[in-house]
C-alpha cells in the first residue's frame, strides 16, 4: 500500500489544553505527513524544479515536501508559524546530526517570513503553500496572511502554489470530517470545520493579488496501517480539535473510529480515496 499525506492545522483556535502537542506533531511527521507526496511531486514535475529553484515554503509542517524539493536540487526555505513542535521535526529531518551527513547550506527554516529586505538575486523564484485549505472556517484567512509577508520576497512573476481539499464527493475522508463537524461546537467560529467549496483558492490567489495561471487535481488516498494509526494520523491535522474542544477525546475517537469502520480492508488496513486541488498563481 503506498500512502500519502494531508496537514491542516487551525489558524485561529488552539487544540484542546490536554492535547500533547509533541506527540501530535510526532503523528504527523510519522503518520500523516506523507499522504500528500503525490500532490508534492505534481507539483514539482510541472514547475521542473531542481537546480536554480530558490523555494520558499510556507506551512512547512515537519519539512517533508522541503526535502524532497532539495532533492531534487533546489534551495529551499521552510516557515512554520503555527506549530514549534513540527518546525523542531523539521530540523531533525534536514539538518541530521550524523557524523556523515553534512547541512545543506542553501536550506534555511524559520518560524514567520524572512525580511522583506532580499536583494534581487536572492529572491524567491517559487512559492508554495501545500497545507491544503478547505476545511476550517477562517483557514483561507491564515494563508493570506502568510502570502501576504511572502509574495514581496518572490521574483516578479514567480508561480505562487496553493492547495486545497478537493470536492467532498471525491474525497472518502470527508466522511470522517463529518464527525468534526458534527461534533464541534457552532459558535466555535474559526477553526471549525466546513465543506470545502469550489472557488477556495481562487479566491484567496485574487485577495493576495495574485494571478491565476493554471491549476490542477492529484489523487492522494489516505493508507494505514490500522485503525489506530489511521485515528493518530487524522487527529494529528488538527481538524478535529474544535470537535474535541466541544466534548471530549474519548467521544471524538470512539465516533472516528466508526466512520473509519467502511473504509477497513479485510487485512485491518485502512483506505480512503481523496483527490487534491492545486492552484498555480503567478506574482505581480
Avoid at 514567520?112 to 512559492?127: E, I, K, N, S
Avoid at 467532498?168 to 466522511?175: D, G, K, L, Q
Avoid at 493554471?214 to 494520523?233: H, I, K
Avoid at 479485510?266 to 506574482?283: C, E, K, Q, S
Wanted: charged share 25%.
Amino acid at each position: 500500500m503506498t500512502p500519502t499525506l494531508v496537514r491542516q492545522h487551525q489558524p485561529h483556535a488552539g487544540p484542546s489544553p490536554h492535547v500533547d502537542l509533541a506527540a501530535r506533531a510526532r503523528d504527523w511527521s510519522e503518520i500523516q505527513e506523507r499522504m500528500l507526496v503525490p500532490l508534492h511531486e505534481a507539483v514539482y514535475r510541472r514547475l521542473d524544479v531542481g537546480p536554480g529553484t530558490r523555494l520558499l515554503g510556507l506551512g512547512c509542517g515537519s519539512g517533508l515536501a522541503l526535502l524532497i524539493a532539495a532533492s531534487r536540487g533546489a534551495s529551499v526555505t521552510g516557515v512554520e508559524p503555527s506549530s514549534p513542535e513540527r518546525l523542531a521535526l523539521a530540523r531533525e529531518r534536514l539538518f541530521p546530526e550524523s557524523p556523515v551527513s553534512r547541512a545543506r547550506t542553501d536550506t534555511r527554516l524559520v518560524d514567520q517570513a524572512p525580511g522583506t529586505a532580499v536583494d534581487d538575486a536572492a529572491r524567491f523564484t517559487l512559492v508554495t503553500a501545500f497545507e491544503p485549505i478547505g476545511c476550517l472556517a477562517g483557514d483561507a484567512e491564515g494563508l493570506g496572511d502568510l502570502l501576504a509577508a511572502a509574495v514581496p520576497l518572490a521574483e516578479r512573476g514567480a508561480p505562487v502554489v496553493l492547495t486545497g481539499w478537493g470536492p467532498p464527493e471525491r474525497c472518502a475522508t470527508s466522511s470522517v470530517l463529518r464527525v468534526a463537524a458534527k461534533l464541534a461546537d457552532p459558535l466555535h467560529g474559526a477553526g471549525r470545520p466546513r465543506p470545502a467549496l469550489r472557488d477556495d483558492l481562487e479566491e484567496v490567489a485574487q485577495r493576495a493579488g495574485l494571478r491565476p495561471d493554471g491549476s490542477g487535481r492529484v489523487a492522494c488516498p489516505f493508507g494505514y496501517a490500522d485503525l489506530d494509526s489511521a485515528v493518530r494520523g487524522l487527529l494529528s491535522t488538527g481538524l478535529f480539535d474544535a470537535a474535541i474542544a466541544a466534548t471530549d477525546q474519548e467521544q471524538v475517537d470512539k465516533e472516528m473510529a466508526e466512520a473509519l469502520h467502511p473504509h477497513r480492508r479485510p487485512d485491518g488496513t485502512v483506505w480512503m480515496p481523496n483527490v487534491f486541488r492545486y492552484l498555480i498563481a503567478r506574482t505581480p
